[in-house]
């Protein structure tokens, strides 16, 4: 079962994936889809917010944020990884309960990604909001370094988040029931 969604002027088909007994999500990746990604990135640059810097969970939204720092000029973006480095130093932590991830996730800051974040205006870039829980622990995150969040920007919004009004995305995508029909 598939999915068939327009994003950014690119047509896909994306899988149906059990979440549950009763529930089905479709599986959006832009990983080595490099048309799709340069397009979702250019669209999302003519919606951003003036922004200092632009911010994203690990891993899926990468491919995203990277291409947004190319198209813009900017050159850079930051990450909130899902495990600590060994070249991370001055690190702290949120943790969220994502719909993706079984059980609790923890996210890490830098201290040399936090001292940047410090006093400018943050964009958070992902691929997919669902529940928001990813979301809510980046913006601890941002406001624990001492950011400003000016923008929450999604390739696409999913279920309840589709209504949210301080959210930026592309498309809506719904949740399936267990037969592959959306829920309404």
Do not use: W
Not at 37 to 51: I, Q, S
Not at 75 to 93: D, E
Request: glycine share 8%.
């Amino acid at each position: 079962m598939v999915y068939n969604l327009t994003i950014a002027g690119v047509s896909r088909s994306l899988p149906l994936c059990k979440l549950n007994d009763t529930m089905m999500i479709a599986g959006f990746t832009p990983f080595g889809d490099v048309e799709l990604t340069c397009a979702c990135a250019a669209e999302l640059l003519k919606r951003a917010p003036d922004y200092d810097y632009l911010i994203a969970p690990e891993s899926k939204a990468i491919p995203i944020i990277h291409e947004m720092a190319r198209q813009s000029g900017r050159n850079t973006y930051l990450l909130v990884r899902k495990a600590p480095k060994l070249y991370m130093n001055g690190i702290f932590s949120a943790e969220v309960r994502s719909i993706t991830t079984a059980g609790m996730q923890t996210l890490y800051m830098d201290g040399a990604d936090a001292a940047k974040i410090k006093g400018n205006r943050i964009v958070i870039i992902d691929d997919v909001i669902s529940t928001g829980a990813s979301l809510r622990a980046i913006e601890e995150l941002v406001k624990q370094a001492g950011g400003t969040i000016v923008g929450r920007m999604a390739v696409l919004a999913e279920g309840d988040a589709i209504s949210r009004k301080d959210i930026i995305y592309l498309e809506p995508l719904p949740l399936f029931d267990n037969n592959g029909k959306p829920l309404a």
